[in-house]
């Protein structure tokens, strides 16, 4: 069910509550961030560890995204929130469309969405769908008072999935009284509108023993287009794809065309620019109006639309002087499409007596050239006339967290929490094309009119179609292949956690402190593809197979901080940090995280730190049990003799060519072989013997707050993260297959074939590239770099009182210093090849903020660093000469105005220079990447918080 909501009525009465408390005399409103966080009760816990601490130092690089920075952006989104830091590679966001599922993730390191592990309120959310990962849309951002967001290894502190990290989601706690907050934005341009309202409201009990806060909120974005005004978006930089509208006739080696002239026209491929007239298939890799190719560019969205309510209720009471009960109940559901070109419809085998056929004097004359010319036709063609793919996401996702909290006394406390998740995913498709409806509507022995008899019978509703030429199709035609179907996965999470923390004993160097705990967990997941779906009756979806079934895990952990000296000649403290978790899972059995590490202040101002950490991941219900799933990474055929995307000549050395030869059934060079799509047809499996990943992190680094700068705080931090055992497809991706196996040249040899899923690499009958991948436990990944950050004045609790209470500043930046896959190292690329990502050398966060009274003026400004594209990676083999991307800057401005206690308005403008996005050569998803850079363009934004 969809709800629609005039933004007109909304902005209006947006405003005309504005005035209406301005006028009113009210209670203030409470602390500012800034002035809570400089009052903070002394007794906290950082993420990373349960251990309560007298600090905000931890032993792992920790870095805090307060309140301010989130409302100085005018972020409503949650991954917009986190994008922005340095150590994060944006994952799934609403600009993603190819590939894309809905939903927004974030990934630390880029080691994988399914390796960081999100928290909210220091608890883990329920994942959205079957990788495993949290859909951040779920995450209400109002509610939220800071983001606290752990690099490296923590699974001895939090379990399985905290291979990578943690970003831990704290919400506000004990909200008195009422606010409504409202937003509105719109690009330069006039699109990309998107409107967000939501209402917190709070009270305390009479005895202030309790509290109940309410959260109440509603999103809605508006999707748009390629076009004009994004000029770089309109045509696909890729090449487009083979598969057009007019219809491609392929040459079948065992039965080829004879057809004079045939051999160099790209072999006997033709096309139908003259409907049902053979002509010569002009690759045209400009894409210009004179190429059989198709810019599916277009039709693809830049910017998805959405709708989502979010929901949230928190509450806590003190039962007794000792014993506080607290629940906390978050309900999200959500509306998010995406859509892709026309189907692209492959390996069609078209009957020789089809009615379309015998009655196009030009064809028949053509098919009569094969020795066998009563052998179907194979045929692909783009079905525009069927309407561009539509794919809806409606995600509805349940948590409810129960708990008490009881005090032994001294400083002891025990935590229980009953934690159940659920996440309802529905995907419905439209306008896909069914097979066997083609089959009927292409069999022999009809007419213009009529199906064949047979098919009519099968078939109710048939109507011959006629696929020879663009708009061919007619409307009762395209109405009988289309196909709408859905798919529902059903994700679910019982977690049982108990924790216990307190102080062991007192050392002469400070408190011994301790935390211990056990924890069980049960993840269901049942995935049911549609019917059509799941046969393989559909051409331009991915076919896949239903997938069920659970894991379990029984885990026990203990922390400890040991003071080992304090306050002598430099040594201000020297302490030692020290982890361990057991885990059991009905998978893969017992295996052990540990951390070890620890912190010398050789004087009061200087800290060092440092920690090692063991981190695990079982593999999760799908990576078991996929079964044979279909999919189109970007991969370069190493037959092909032109790159898709420039057009230029690919030489091919003596031993691929002679490979491509026995593959193909003909030289490719002389018979100019050029594969006509970069997109590569590919199946997908799980591995139910596969075993955990570990992970060797290494973190060392210094705090310095130097006492002649009240306020501020200087980190340096260097990271090295090792996994073993990482889970993914076999040689990286199917590149690496494909590269691995025309290495080896021998279809025979183990880079070619799979004991479990056959061959790894073979063509169809028209000579396309496909692939079959299988997971394993058979990659290894590592990545270093230095992280720096420095931060003055707001939100920080040691803040001066010279500047600190009016300047904010902030910078946030990493170096890194290799991302390297399998041995190759990704750093500094760009592109789509094994790592479909953006890992800048240099990427960096810089902020700004002031007070003027009532007015505080913001600036926030992203750096990322000019990169090369993977394509240039000599172990890809492609010599296709790609182009590199250059270093961008991104600038935001924003202000607020206090009008008085109770009302705040704001504005502001993200990508205040207009920077459009650099243009990569080999990109699916926009000719860029879409989460990493900006595709909206100039945005302005507008809104108020109102409290009372």
């Not at 924890?519 to 997941?525: A, G, P, Q």
């Not at 394993?776 to 939100?795: C, I, M, P, Q």
Request: with cysteine.
């Amino acid at each position: 069910m969809k709800f629609k909501i005039k933004r007109e009525r909304l902005l209006a009465s947006t405003v005309m509550a504005g005035l209406a408390f301005a006028g009113m005399a009210a209670p203030a409103m409470a602390q500012s961030a800034g002035q809570e966080s400089a009052s903070q009760v002394e007794d906290i816990v950082v993420t990373g560890s349960r251990i309560v601490r007298q600090d905000y130092v931890a032993n792992s690089p920790v870095s805090t995204i307060g309140v301010e920075q989130i409302q100085a952006r005018g972020d409503v989104n949650v991954e917009q929130i986190l994008n922005q830091l340095p150590q994060v590679v944006p994952g799934l966001s609403a600009n993603s469309n190819n590939p894309a599922n809905g939903a927004a993730t974030v990934d630390l390191r880029g080691i994988g969405p399914s390796r960081t592990l999100v928290l909210v309120n220091g608890r883990r959310f329920v994942p959205y769908d079957k990788s495993n990962a949290v859909d951040l849309n779920s995450i209400p951002a109002p509610l939220i008072e800071r983001v606290e967001v752990m690099t490296g290894g923590a699974s001895a502190t939090y379990g399985s999935d905290a291979l990578a990290g943690v970003v831990n989601f704290i919400f506000k706690q004990n909200f008195e009284g009422l606010a409504f907050n409202t937003q509105y934005g719109i690009s330069g341009f006039g699109d990309g509108e998107q409107f967000n309202a939501s209402l917190t409201f709070g009270a305390n009990t009479g005895d202030g023993r309790g509290n109940v806060t309410g959260f109440i909120g509603y999103a809605d974005r508006d999707g748009f287009l390629p076009n004009e005004d994004r000029a770089w978006s309109l045509v696909a930089n890729n090449g487009g794809s083979g598969t057009g509208i007019y219809g491609g006739l392929n040459n079948i080696v065992t039965n080829p065309y004879t057809a004079a002239g045939c051999p160099s026209a790209n072999p006997c491929r033709r096309s139908f620019r003259t409907a049902g007239v053979p002509g010569v298939f002009n690759n045209g890799f400009g894409l210009g109006p004179t190429s059989d190719r198709y810019d599916f560019a277009p039709v693809n969205l830049l910017q998805s639309p959405s709708e989502r309510f979010n929901t949230a209720l928190l509450g806590r009471y003190d039962i007794s002087d000792r014993l506080e009960a607290f629940g906390e109940v978050f309900y999200t559901t959500t509306r998010n499409n995406i859509q892709l070109a026309p189907t692209p419809a492959t390996g069609i085998e078209i009957p020789a007596g089809n009615y379309f056929v015998q009655n196009s004097p030009d064809l028949l004359n053509y098919i009569n050239t094969r020795a066998n010319p009563n052998a179907p036709l194979n045929f692909d063609r783009r079905m525009a006339e069927v309407g561009a793919r539509v794919e809806n996401h409606d995600t509805h996702v349940a948590q409810v967290n129960t708990g008490l909290r009881y005090d032994l006394g001294g400083d002891w406390k025990v935590e229980g929490v009953y934690a159940y998740g659920r996440t309802e995913l529905r995907t419905s498709i439209r306008n896909d094309v069914s097979r066997s409806r083609m089959a009927a509507a292409l069999a022999a022995g009809g007419t213009a009119t009529a199906c064949a008899p047979s098919s009519l019978q099968l078939m109710p509703g048939c109507k011959p179609i006629n696929l020879f030429g663009a708009g061919t199709i007619t409307p009762e035609a395209a109405a009988f292949v289309r196909l709408d179907f859905s798919d529902l996965s059903i994700f679910e999470r019982q977690n049982f956690t108990l924790n216990v923390t307190g102080t062991a004993m007192q050392l002469p160097a400070g408190p011994l402190g301790v935390a211990f705990g056990a924890e069980y967990r049960e993840d269901t997941l049942s995935f049911t593809p549609d019917e059509a779906k799941r046969t393989g009756d559909i051409y331009g979806f991915n076919a896949e197979r239903p997938v069920s079934g659970s894991t379990t895990s029984k885990e026990l952990y203990a922390e400890a901080v040991v003071p080992l000296v304090r306050d002598v000649a430099f040594a201000k403290s020297l302490e030692l940090e020290l982890g361990v978790r057991m885990s059991d899972y009905d998978t893969v059995g017992k295996v052990w995280a540990y951390k070890a590490g620890g912190s010398w202040e050789p004087v009061e101002s200087l800290r060092l730190r440092g920690l090692y950490q063991r981190a695990v991941r079982a593999p999760n219900v799908f990576e078991l049990f996929q079964a044979n799933d279909q999919g189109f990474p970007q991969v370069v055929d190493p037959c092909s003799t032109r790159s898709l995307s420039t057009g230029n000549p690919i030489t091919l050395s003596a031993k691929t060519r002679a490979f491509c030869t026995l593959q193909l059934g003909a030289d490719p060079v002389t018979s100019g072989f050029v594969a006509l799509n970069s997109q590569t047809e590919s199946f997908f499996y799980g591995n139910p013997n596969l075993s955990e990943e570990e992970s060797d992190t290494i973190t060392l680094g210094a705090v310095w707050r130097p006492t002649f700068v009240p306020g501020l705080t200087l980190t340096l931090d260097y990271y090295d993260i090792s996994v073993d055992g990482y889970i993914g497809t076999i040689e990286g991706g199917v590149s690496g297959i494909v590269a691995a196996c025309f290495d080896a040249a021998d279809l025979n040899s183990a880079a070619c074939k799979d004991p479990t899923v056959g061959a790894l690499i073979y063509r169809d009958a028209a000579g396309n590239l496909k692939a079959r991948a299988p997971l394993g436990n058979v990659s290894e990944l590592k990545t270093s770099g230095v992280d720096f950050s420095a931060r003055y004045g707001w939100n920080v609790p040691w803040s001066s009182d010279f500047f600190g209470d009016k300047l904010d500043v902030g910078l946030n930046l990493t170096y890194l210093d290799s991302y390297e896959l399998d041995g190759i190292d990704y750093k500094g690329t760009a592109g789509a090849y094994n790592i479909s990502a953006t890992l800048p050398e240099y990427k960096a966060n810089l902020t700004l903020g002031y007070d003027l009274g009532p007015v505080r003026v913001n600036y926030s400004g992203t750096y990322i660093g000019s990169m090369d594209n993977q394509g240039n990676i000599p172990a890809m083999g492609d010599d296709s000469g790609y182009s590199g991307v250059d270093s961008y800057w991104y600038h935001d401005i924003s202000a607020s105005y206090d009008l008085n206690d109770n009302v705040q308005f704001f504005g502001g403008i993200r990508n205040l220079t207009d920077k459009e996005p650099p243009v990569f050569d080999n990109s699916p998803d926009g000719n860029t990447d879409p989460n990493a850079y900006d595709v909206v363009g100039r945005y302005f934004f507008v809104g108020a918080r109102l409290k009372y």
